[in-house]
């Protein structure tokens, strides 16, 4: 089944996504109603700013996912986003996108019901569900997280920041081909940059937090680039092949996620499936440096791009050299110290005790 995005954080305390929530009173309503040329036939999904149903589009007859912004968020900042999401998709044409066909908004007697529709992918499952139902080894969850890549890369050249990637928002069709879908919260560059930040103001915390990058954390969008979505590829990446999230931002607040997403360094993936001897020697050595050059908190240190992250694990895949290398002795004596300063300080002082006493 097709499931929406979980859209905006609107609580201080980050959970996680629920498969049981009881449906609004408005999305029961809407259920077997005709928006625009589309009949809603059953609820997909939904999250903060609004749902997913599957639809029957009139002419031509095809089915579709019709996406409706929730009744009363009508501020302007919340129609601005939404608005934008099919103007920005309209724009892409890749085979690993979902593509938008139509964008309206009808006059419900609780207000206006914004909405657009969008190719629907039939019995599409979200990227781990569908890699652990199907048992698919390591080298092919990297050739269908490569294509993904692929994906937001085109993305990119068109200009539009995703700023939302997770397993939830990367569908698999049965054909084993994976679609993006929800821009809902993107950002636009250059010519769009206008537009953007009327909706989209320092302080906003937009994506899903357990996958953003440590500069999404702080809420300014001036700071948010391209290497903002491979920061989230990689800790998509990090959970398709282990199993588990590079940090513990799930059932806390969202300061502590956040803190833990700038500062904290995550384990290797050897180390967190150390017992799963196969696997973890699997994981080392080069697919460890990818990963982990994704995840830099420096954007300067990632890759500068999602299709240098893809051409690097082709290139793993290929037996060919990678371009990404481990970090340096120094380099990671200079992280120890940094995550571990009042060690750090109580050493330098012993010894420069020890130093003294030798002196006299």
Request: aromatic share 6%.
């Amino acid at each position: 089944m097709m499931r929406a995005g979980e859209g905006f954080l609107s609580s201080p305390v980050v959970a996680e996504p629920s498969d049981e929530e009881e449906w609004p009173a408005w999305v029961q309503r809407l259920l077997g109603r005709q928006l625009g040329r589309y009949t809603i036939v059953r609820l997909l999904g939904h999250g903060g700013m609004g749902c997913v149903f599957e639809a029957v589009q009139e002419q031509p007859a095809r089915p579709v996912a019709l996406k409706v912004l929730q009744p009363g968020l009508s501020a302007p900042s919340a129609l601005a986003r939404f608005r934008l999401e099919p103007e920005l998709l309209g724009r892409l044409r890749h085979p690993n996108i979902a593509q938008v066909y139509e964008a309206g908004i009808q006059k419900d007697e609780h207000g206006p019901l914004p909405y657009f529709a969008m190719e629907y992918i039939p019995d599409a499952q979200p990227l781990l569900e569908y890699a652990d139902c199907t048992a698919l080894t390591t080298r092919q969850r990297l050739e269908l997280f490569a294509k993904v890549c692929d994906a937001i890369h085109h993305g990119h050249q068109k200009g539009i920041i995703h700023r939302d990637i997770k397993p939830g928002n990367i569908l698999v069709g049965t054909d084993g081909e994976p679609k993006v879908i929800d821009f809902g919260v993107a950002r636009a560059s250059n010519a769009d940059i206008l537009m953007t930040t009327q909706c989209t103001h320092t302080g906003d915390l937009i994506g899903t937090m357990q996958y953003m990058s440590p500069e999404q954390c702080d809420g300014d969008s001036r700071e948010i680039d391209t290497r903002s979505d491979v920061y989230s590829l990689g800790v998509v990446l990090y959970q398709l092949l282990t199993g588990a999230r590079p940090y513990k931002a799930t059932g806390t607040t969202i300061y502590a996620a956040a803190r833990a997403i700038k500062e904290h360094v995550p384990p290797r993936l050897s180390a967190v499936v150390a017992q799963r001897r196969a696997l973890a020697r699997e994981l080392r050595g080069d697919i460890d440096t990818i990963i982990l050059k994704a995840l830099e908190k420096d954007r300067a240190k990632r890759y500068d791009s999602a299709a240098e992250l893809a051409a690097d694990i082709r290139r793993y895949l290929n037996c060919e050299p990678i371009l990404a290398r481990p970090p340096t002795r120094w380099a990671r004596a200079v992280r120890w110290v940094a995550r571990h300063p009042y060690v750090t300080t109580a050493a330098a002082c012993l010894l420069l005790a020890a130093f003294v006493v030798a002196a006299t």
